[in-house]
């Protein structure tokens, strides 16, 4: 909960300094949710791993879990910082985003 609120609090303070006319078009927004969706249902599979025998592969499965739950926590959110930002819509920048900022929350989230 901790997490989401100071993703809330940094993006939007980020999208008042940027003016409306910046915002990406409805393709681009399309694409961004489209590789959003496509990395959440990786994690849901990798999620599984927290049956396993393996206390390694266990402590993988949870941390895909929680990190898919954030990222359906924050999607929109995460998408127009994406628009914000400029991300080039493509499979490895938008991962790239997203997991930087999913450990960012974290890292925040620590200091406190």
């Known amino acids: ?3 989401s609120i100071v993703l809330i609090g940094v993006l939007i303070a ?3 300094m940027i003016p409306i006319t910046l915002r990406a078009d409805p393709a681009q927004r399309a694409a961004y949710e489209a590789c959003v969706e496509e990395y959440i249902s990786r994690l849901d599979v990798q999620k599984d791993l927290v049956d396993s025998r393996s206390e390694a592969l266990r402590m993988c499965g949870e941390e895909a879990r929680e990190r898919a739950e ?3 926590a924050n ?3 995460l998408i127009q910082a994406m628009e914000t930002d400029r991300v080039k819509p493509s499979e490895p920048h938008v991962k790239y ?3 930087k900022a999913y450990y960012s929350a974290v890292a925040h989230e ?3």
């Open 97 to 99: 985003f997203l997991i």
């Open 1 to 3: 909960m901790k997490k």
């Open 110 to 112: 620590s200091r406190e």
């Open 14 to 16: 980020g999208m008042l």
């Open 70 to 72: 954030f990222y359906r």
């Open 75 to 77: 999607k929109d959110l």
